[in-house]
Every structure is written in structure tokens, then in C-alpha cells.
């Protein structure tokens, strides 16, 4: 007893040390500071059996920017597509955590030569082919969803669960600059879905940035054309940047879906006698922003319930700051846009 009380003390001896300095503060997800994997997208993120999906990747390395090497391997045994299915097995939004039924790594799979892992090449984007006959066996599906697979079930429950649910695939990216090197994980979503019912990855995004001085002036449109080269700000004509300085930003989405899209869910029913039930829900749209400059008062902005975000520049900066911007649809869906704002003049 007196032994292990030893090793707790100096255990919490040595937090309390490191507390009072000997940690350094860790940037907030909002700054890029090194190698980063900001997103990955899926085209289309919603895809039925016999297609062939198009993996992209938002990745950057500041401020040394160093060439990045890519590596992508899928896992191809399906999982269950829990609540929103949107890039993870928790119903969680705006790409806030995997959630993992742990597939595991999926270039360490195909490396060791692994069944059902695939190495889907080195280059900046990667082809998933997904097989015509995915759903063919059906008890891989009984088994994901949790259904017995002695019991015969309705053809229109399983009709229901592949149309509206569908199944999950797991890619991994493994990114590289240098010595570092970062694992991200995207799911793939496999379903029935046909036409307007099938999802699409955001497009149409712009964003109002102006200063919050000069708030009361500012008329914040709630449409504008989109900005061209895929950047981020009304405003920018593809010939010209925006300029930053020192004070604080806001940044407003605008080009907000009205009406919004609305889309099915099926989810675990109360009643133990009816395996699932199918929910009516409403699209939203939830926005990240990252800099090499600065900090941003929040890490996500839903565009339904928060109209900015806030981002504090402490001082002008002596070179051109990079902002991106990545858009997700909480379902799986996601985009992105960069701009490039140039050092305000010195007055």
C-alpha cells in the first residue's frame, strides 16, 4: 500500500510541476502551425453499388510548405451507417469526431497484405470503385444493423435501411511532409438513394468578411455570386485580394439554403418492437475556419444558429495570410475554398 502511495504522490508531483510550466500550450484546431489534414471529401459522399468514388483531400503544411506525399487505402468490410452516417458511427455533427468501431488503419491493412484492404494509390486524389454486388449478401447486413440472421426479414425493411441508411466504407489518407506525418480517416457512404434523394457535397458557399468596427455600417448580404477559383470572400474578383490588418474580422456565411434540404434518417426505435424508425430532419451546414494568422472565437460555425464567426488579428501581418474555409453538411457531405488576404498598407 505504502509503495503504490509513493508512485501517486510523485505522479501527481510531477503534473502539478509540468502545470506550472513545463507544458507548452497546445494552438487552437484553428491554427496551422505544421502539417494538417484539414478535410476529405468523398464525390459524390452518397453513392450506390457499380459507381466509383472520388477521394480529395484538403491537406497544408505551413509555414515550411513542404512537398506532401499521399497515401490512400480503403477498408472494404461494410459497417453499419448509424444515425446521420456522416463521416462516423456516432450521430455527431460538423466532423467532430470519428467514433470508430475501430476498422483500424487502412494502408497498415493493405500493407501487411490484409483481407479486404486495398491500396488505393499515392496521388493527390484516389478512385474507390465500389462492387455491383455490395449488397448482395445480406446477412453482412443483418449483422451490421444488429438483425438476426436466422430470421427472415421484410424485403421492404431492408429496402428501407439500403435506400435511406445504406452502408459505410472506411478510407484512410495517410499525408507525409519531412519527418511528419498524419493518419485521417473518411467514411464512404454506400446506399440505394437515387436521384434528388441521394446527397451531394455543399457547393454555392461565400462568406461576408468585414471588420467588427464597422458592423453598424455593413450591410451583410444573404446572397452573392460565388466567388471564382474556388476562394472564399464576396468581393473577390479573381484578380485581387482582400487585405487584413490589425484588429478583429468577422466572417458571416452567406448563400444559406432557404428552404433548407431536407432528407430521412433511420434510427433505433423506442418501441422494442419496431427495430427502427424513420425521421424527418433538416440539412445543416456547419463551417470550420483555419489560418496561419490569428485566432477564431470558435471552432464551427452552424449556419442556422450562429451568423459569424469571429477572428482576432493581434497585430498586421508582414506576409500574405492564408484562410481556408471547409464547409460539411453533417451527413457525410463536405467542401472547401482558400484565400489568400494580402498585409494591410501601412497608413
Known amino acids: 500500500m505504502t509503495h503504490r502511495s509513493t508512485h501517486v504522490s510523485a505522479a501527481l508531483a510531477l503534473l502539478m510541476l509540468c502545470a506550472a510550466g513545463c507544458l507548452e500550450e497546445l494552438p487552437a484546431p484553428s491554427k496551422v502551425v505544421s502539417l494538417r489534414t484539414l478535410a476529405i ?22 509555414p515550411a510548405q513542404r512537398p506532401i506525399e499521399y497515401r490512400w487505402a480503403a477498408c472494404l468490410l461494410p459497417e453499419r451507417a448509424a444515425g446521420f452516417f456522416g463521416g462516423s458511427t456516432a450521430p455527431n455533427s460538423g466532423g467532430g469526431g470519428y467514433g470508430l468501431q475501430e476498422a483500424g488503419n487502412c494502408v497498415a491493412l493493405a500493407d501487411a497484405g490484409a483481407p479486404g484492404a486495398v491500396d488505393l494509390g499515392t496521388s493527390v486524389t484516389a478512385q474507390l470503385p465500389i462492387a ?28 428501407g435501411l439500403l435506400a435511406i441508411a445504406g452502408m459505410n466504407l472506411t478510407v484512410t489518407l495517410e499525408v507525409t511532409a519531412g519527418d511528419d506525418r498524419i493518419v485521417s480517416y473518411k467514411r464512404v457512404n454506400v446506399s440505394l438513394a437515387v436521384g434528388e434523394a441521394a ?11 468585414y471588420r467588427t468596427d464597422d458592423e453598424e455600417s455593413v450591410d451583410i448580404p444573404t446572397t452573392a455570386s460565388v466567388p471564382p477559383g474556388n476562394r472564399c470572400f464576396v468581393g473577390e474578383d479573381g484578380l485581387s485580394d482582400l487585405t487584413i490588418g490589425a484588429g478583429t474580422y468577422a466572417i458571416a456565411p452567406v448563400n444559406i439554403p432557404d428552404p433548407p434540404v431536407t432528407y430521412q434518417v433511420i434510427l433505433p426505435a423506442l418501441n422494442p418492437e419496431v427495430p427502427f424508425e424513420l425521421i424527418d ?20 460555425v452552424k449556419a442556422t444558429t450562429t451568423t459569424r464567426g469571429e477572428w482576432l488579428v493581434s497585430e498586421t501581418p508582414q506576409e500574405p495570410v492564408p484562410v481556408w474555409i471547409v464547409t460539411r453538411d453533417g451527413r457525410g457531405g463536405a467542401s472547401w475554398c482558400h484565400s489568400t488576404l494580402q498585409p494591410e498598407p501601412a497608413p
Open 41 to 62: 471529401s468523398a464525390t459524390p459522399p452518397e453513392v450506390s453499388p457499380g459507381a466509383t468514388v472520388t477521394l480529395s483531400a484538403l491537406a497544408v503544411d505551413y
Open 132 to 159: 455491383a454486388d455490395f449488397f448482395d449478401d445480406l446477412n453482412v447486413v443483418k449483422q451490421a444493423y444488429g438483425l438476426p440472421t436466422d430470421v427472415d426479414i421484410p424485403d421492404a425493411l431492408i429496402a
Open 199 to 209: 446527397n451531394r457535397n455543399p457547393s454555392g458557399a461565400a462568406f461576408y468578411l
Open 281 to 300: 430532419t433538416t440539412e445543416t451546414l456547419f463551417h470550420s475556419f483555419f489560418s496561419t494568422e490569428g485566432a477564431f472565437d470558435r471552432d464551427i
